[in-house]
């Protein structure tokens, strides 16, 4: 993302004055097949503070290639793309890592269910139906920016490179809220993770070797799990994995071939073996809950069993 210096110090220019125009700390990529209404974004834009930039790709990939390019703090995406859709483009960035923080605020005539609950979920994206108001449209994009500069810099967890629960939360609006109308049926997996051996070896070891662990323990995992799968830390001693777009029946399988290659044997740097101990509770959308609270509790539930039985995994019921 663009630096930028929220200091309270720091002189704030009027809108349209030179000076906020030169002073452009947020890159916003267009995407747009409608160049009257992206030189219109853009006048706009620029006057407000905003560096903003069009694109108008072939493809899916072009899109998401324009957006790596221009390096975009914020997307605003077209439904009614050349030959192709926009919601393409928006599950494609939502499972790219590179854009995790980047939030993508559809802009489009289409008022229909289905394309609404893409963007209007509270999480980082959003939603707004043409026409519009510029004004609006250029406030969204500011407080959307904002929360997601929030969450990167301030909710996650360096130590093990994981994002927080506050990020976690609102990527899983947002997922649920797509999935609701998603035509394909595809589910929304939510499991729970808890590992046996962080504890015990911190307190025998010291915080670094504890540290060194869940750092394996999470790479085990991103190896084993999809690229588009979200993990993120729930609780002080809980991880949280949200696996979206896949079949609801592929998911538990999914997660049982991570859990094996999260406990296989591990030796500390000195020698030492650890007992990984992971275990899981997972549950989906929309089997098991209508809600990321009513997700949540179903996994806790879930992993709650799955402790009480002794099992690696268990499905909520």
């Given at each position: 993302?663009?630096?930028?210096?929220?200091?309270?110090?720091?002189?704030?220019?009027?809108?349209?004055?030179?000076?906020?125009?030169?002073?452009?700390?947020?890159?916003?990529?267009?995407?747009?097949?409608?160049?009257?209404?992206?030189?219109?974004?853009?006048?706009?834009?620029?006057?407000?503070?905003?560096?903003?930039?069009?694109?108008?790709?072939?493809?899916?990939?072009?899109?998401?290639?324009?957006?790596?390019?221009?390096d975009a703090d914020c997307v605003l995406l077209d439904v009614r793309l050349r030959g192709f859709s926009g919601l393409e483009v928006h599950r494609r960035l939502r499972d790219d890592p590179r854009f995790t923080f980047?939030?993508?605020?559809?802009?489009?005539?289409?008022?229909?269910?289905?394309?609404?609950?893409?963007?209007?979920?509270?999480?980082?994206?959003?939603?707004?139906?043409?026409?519009?108001?510029?004004?609006?449209?250029?406030?969204?994009?500011?407080?959307?920016?904002?929360?997601?500069?929030?969450?990167?810099?301030?909710?996650?967890?360096?130590?093990?490179?994981?994002?927080?629960?506050?990020?976690?939360?609102?990527?899983?609006?947002?997922?649920?809220?797509?999935?609701?109308?998603?035509?394909?049926?595809?589910?929304?997996?939510?499991?729970?993770?808890?590992?046996?051996?962080?504890?015990?070896?911190?307190?025998?070891?010291?915080?670094?070797?504890?540290?060194?662990?869940?750092?394996?323990?999470?790479?085990?995992?991103?190896?084993?799990?999809?690229?588009?799968?979200?993990?993120?830390?729930?609780?002080?001693?809980?991880?949280?994995?949200?696996?979206?777009?896949?079949?609801?029946?592929?998911?538990?399988?999914?997660?049982?071939?991570?859990?094996?290659?999260?406990?296989?044997?591990?030796?500390?740097?000195?020698?030492?073996?650890?007992?990984?101990?992971?275990?899981?509770?997972?549950?989906?959308?929309?089997?098991?809950?209508?809600?990321?609270?009513?997700?949540?509790?179903?996994?806790?539930?879930?992993?709650?069993?799955?402790?009480?039985?002794?099992?690696?995994?268990?499905?909520?019921?």
């Amino acid at each position: 993302m663009t630096t930028v210096s929220n200091g309270p110090d720091e002189p704030r220019a009027q809108p349209g004055s030179i000076t906020r125009r030169l002073a452009a700390t947020t890159r916003v990529l267009v995407i747009e097949d409608e160049h009257d209404i992206a030189d219109f974004l853009r006048a706009y834009f620029r006057a407000s503070g905003f560096d903003l930039v069009h694109s108008d790709p072939d493809d899916v990939a072009g899109a998401v290639d324009a957006v790596a390019e221009h390096d975009a703090d914020c997307v605003l995406l077209d439904v009614r793309l050349r030959g192709f859709s926009g919601l393409e483009v928006h599950r494609r960035l939502r499972d790219d890592p590179r854009f995790t923080f980047v939030p993508v605020i559809l802009v489009s005539a289409d008022t229909s269910a289905g394309v609404r609950a893409v963007g209007v979920a509270g999480g980082l994206d959003g939603f707004v139906p043409k026409p519009f108001s510029v004004e609006s449209l250029a406030e969204l994009v500011s407080g959307r920016v904002r929360r997601a500069r929030r969450l990167a810099e301030e909710g996650s967890d360096e130590r093990l490179g994981l994002l927080g629960p506050e990020f976690l939360a609102a990527r899983l609006a947002d997922e649920l809220n797509a999935a609701a109308h998603d035509p394909h049926r595809r589910a929304v997996g939510l499991a729970l993770l808890r590992v046996g051996a962080a504890g015990d070896v911190r307190s025998q070891h010291g915080d670094e070797a504890g540290d060194w662990v869940g750092r394996r323990v999470v790479q085990r995992l991103r190896e084993a799990l999809p690229p588009s799968a979200v993990i993120a830390r729930s609780s002080d001693d809980e991880l949280a994995v949200v696996l979206a777009g896949l079949a609801a029946a592929a998911i538990s399988p999914c997660l049982h071939d991570a859990l094996d290659a999260v406990n296989r044997a591990l030796e500390l740097p000195g020698g030492a073996p650890v007992a990984i101990g992971a275990t899981g509770g997972v549950a989906w959308f929309p089997d098991h809950a209508a809600s990321p609270d009513e997700l949540y509790m179903a996994a806790d539930a879930a992993l709650v069993d799955a402790l009480d039985r002794g099992v690696p995994l268990t499905v909520a019921r």
